[in-house]
């Protein structure tokens, strides 16, 4: 099992930018999956998370309002829709997912590669 973000890029402050995660392997059910990121010389933080349904969300306070999580489940795909970028926002960006694993009934973590955004002034 593994999860591929894709997305990241350079752009302008008040631009948008859209995130994918690919989930990928059978035998997984996935369950809560979210977006981390990380600043150069900052701890990893939860951006968004989204159920396993799609039906519930939450934010990081420094983003609501600008950015949207979503989640394709037909794809096992996730998303990260960011309008309004503002510099502060340049960061890895990280994908994860938890669930389990249907063959031994075990609760995993996946986590992507990290795509980097990069928001300049």
């Known amino acids: 099992v593994q999860a591929v973000e894709s997305g990241g890029g350079l752009v302008q402050a008040g631009d948008s930018l859209r995130l994918s995660c690919a989930v990928s392997?059978?035998?997984?059910?996935?369950?809560?999956m979210g977006w981390y990121r990380q600043a150069p010389g900052k701890q990893r933080e939860l951006v968004a998370a989204?159920?396993?349904?799609?039906?519930?969300?939450n934010y990081a306070d420094s983003v609501k309002g600008r950015f949207t999580i979503s989640r394709d489940n037909t794809k096992n795909t996730m998303y990260l829709q960011m309008n309004s970028l503002k510099p502060e926002d340049t960061a890895v960006y990280y994908c994860n997912a938890g669930g389990v694993i249907i063959a031994t009934a075990r609760y995993r973590e996946v986590w992507g590669q990290g795509t980097l955004v990069t928001v300049s002034a």
């Open positions: 392997g059978s035998g997984f059910n996935i369950n809560v």
């Open positions: 989204i159920n396993s349904g799609g039906g519930s969300a």
